[in-house]
């Protein structure tokens, strides 16, 4: 068992860099540390690709520490993962129609919640108050 | 419920009872989604990624031939008739599990089967067909890895049926199966062929 796992694991090759990345300066450095972390892996894809240690990952490193020499910038960078690998390599997707949902869902949720919230305080203050709206009697 | 200054505790019971039918209704979102979730979890290839590639030019490659690494092969040369392309690479075990099966497919001659050898050195890549069979037409060693990128590949094995006119019509990540080839390649090359 343990060996067929291991079996399926290594065509993800898991190895150490030979030749280690060179940044000219430390802003280089820093711009391509937060661009690789915006990327997702693609093998293994929890990680992002500053973080993997799959072969891929080296190789796509290298390829955006080329494209940064190249002059790109990260949204040329950004598009030409896009093209190669999908939207699935961006960790923030961009906004479009299969993607408004996982932006916005959480704040849909949010105001739900506190529209809830919002009409029980309501309620039960209501009365109290002795101000109670002459519109909710609609509902219940 | 018409009046309601007199009865304020039933307002109340109503907006728990309303309360509970959300949250009723979210958990059973949640199980649904759960459901969902462990009823894909046995799919085959269910965290590969769908290729942007599809529908789309073949990524121009240059790359020398595994077996006379002087010359080079481009991907224009294979114009004008619909191939597979295999990615494939001595260090990937799920390789050796599918070669039987794409060595079996190959031999049919139904398509041209190109092999794309991917991260491998010349040396372990012959020494591996050699032992297990070289069921390809020809291979292209690609051992640095960049062209593998514009093609989208992330590991082995891979495999890409390009049409006649230059265009991804179908890619599958890992292992394929017969049932794969029944299914989705066999389909997918007729559908590229009736269209030429």
Not at chain 1, 37 to 63: G, K, P, T
Not at chain 2, 48 to 77: N, W, Y
Request: proline letters at 6%; aromatic letters at 10%.
């Amino acid at each position: 068992m343990v060996v067929l796992l291991l079996l399926s694991l290594g065509s993800f090759a898991q190895v150490s860099d030979p030749t280690p990345l060179q940044f000219r300066d430390a802003a280089e450095e820093t711009r391509f540390h937060a661009l690789t972390a915006e990327l997702r892996c693609v093998m293994c894809q929890n990680q992002s690709l500053a973080d993997s240690n799959a072969q891929i990952a080296h190789d796509l490193r290298r390829e955006v520490l080329d494209l940064m020499n190249q002059g790109k910038s990260d949204a040329e960078i950004k598009q030409f993962l896009v093209e190669r690998y999908g939207e699935f390599v961006l960790y923030k997707p961009e906004v479009a129609g299969n993607t408004w949902l996982l932006w916005f869902g959480p704040a849909l949720l949010l105001l739900a919640g506190a529209a809830i919230v919002f009409r029980i305080v309501r309620r039960r203050s209501g009365p109290a108050a002795g101000a109670v709206a002459h519109d909710d009697n609609q509902e219940w | 419920m018409n009046q309601p200054a007199k009865k304020p505790e039933s307002r109340t019971t109503g907006a728990f009872v309303f309360a509970g039918v959300i949250i009723a209704l979210f958990f059973l979102g949640l199980m649904g989604l759960l459901y969902y979730g462990v009823k894909q979890s046995d799919r085959a290839g269910r965290d590969a990624l769908p290729s942007p590639l599809i529908g789309k030019p073949a990524p121009a490659f240059d790359l020398p031939l595994l077996h006379e690494p002087g010359k080079r092969f481009t991907l224009a040369e294979l114009r004008g008739q619909p191939f597979v392309m295999n990615v494939w690479g001595s260090w990937c075990p799920e390789c050796r599990v599918e070669h039987p099966v794409i060595s079996k497919f190959a031999l049919t001659k139904r398509v041209r089967f190109i092999g794309y050898n991917l991260k491998d050195t010349r040396e372990d890549a012959l020494r591996w067909l050699e032992q297990f069979g070289n069921p390809y037409l020809m291979v292209v060693a690609d051992e640095p890895g960049r062209t593998a990128i514009d093609w989208g590949i992330y590991g082995a094995p891979e495999t890409f049926l390009v049409d006649a006119k230059g265009i991804v019509r179908w890619k599958h990540v890992g292992a394929i199966t017969d049932q794969i080839i029944a299914e989705q390649l066999i389909p997918a090359l007729e559908k590229a062929e009736a269209e030429k």
